[in-house]
C-alpha cells in the first residue's frame, strides 16, 4: 500500500550535515506515521526518528537527538532527516518507514524503502 524510496545518502566528513528524503507513493502518505532507521554492518537496526501523521509530534533516541531532525511535507509524500554534526558513528544504511500504527512504535513499521548508505569519514 505505500511504496518508499529514499535518497540523499553519501560520504560527509564528521562534523558535517546531510539531509536524506523519502518519497512515498499512493494516497496513503497523510494516514501513515513515518520514521527513519539504521543498520550499521555487523549492528541491529536502530530507530533514529519518527514523526507523526500530522508531523505535530517527532520521536528521537538519545543517541541523535538534537543533532538529527525529521519532518514531512505531506503536500509532497515526502518525510526528511536533517542530520547534523555528523559523528563517524552515525555511519550506516539508512531507511525510510511507515505505519499506520503510532509513530513511536518501533517495532511496529510495516513499509520499507530499500535504503541509502550514508558513510561518516575523514
Known amino acids: 500500500q505505500v511504496q518508499l524510496v529514499e535518497s540523499g545518502g553519501g560520504l560527509v566528513q564528521p562534523g558535517g550535515s546531510l539531509r536524506l528524503s523519502c518519497a512515498a507513493s499512493?494516497?496513503?502518505?497523510?494516514?501513515?506515521?513515518m520514521g527513519w532507521f539504521r543498520q550499521a554492518p555487523g549492528k541491529e537496526r536502530e530507530f533514529v526518528a519518527g514523526?507523526?501523521?500530522?508531523?505535530?509530534?517527532?520521536y528521537y533516541p538519545n543517541s541523535v537527538k538534537g543533532r538529527f531532525t525529521i519532518s514531512r511535507d505531506n503536500a509532497k509524500n515526502t518525510v526528511y532527516l536533517q542530520m547534523n554534526n555528523l559523528k563517524l558513528e552515525d555511519t550506516a544504511v539508512y531507511f525510510c518507514?511507515?505505519?499506520?500504527?503510532?509513530?513511536?512504535?518501533?517495532?511496529?513499521?510495516?513499509?520499507w524503502g530499500q535504503g541509502t548508505k550514508v558513510t561518516v569519514s575523514s
Open positions: 518507514a511507515a505505519t499506520f500504527k503510532a509513530a513511536w512504535r518501533s517495532n511496529e513499521y510495516d513499509y
Open positions: 514523526i507523526t501523521k500530522s508531523g505535530d509530534s517527532t
Open positions: 499512493g494516497r496513503t502518505f497523510s494516514r501513515v506515521a
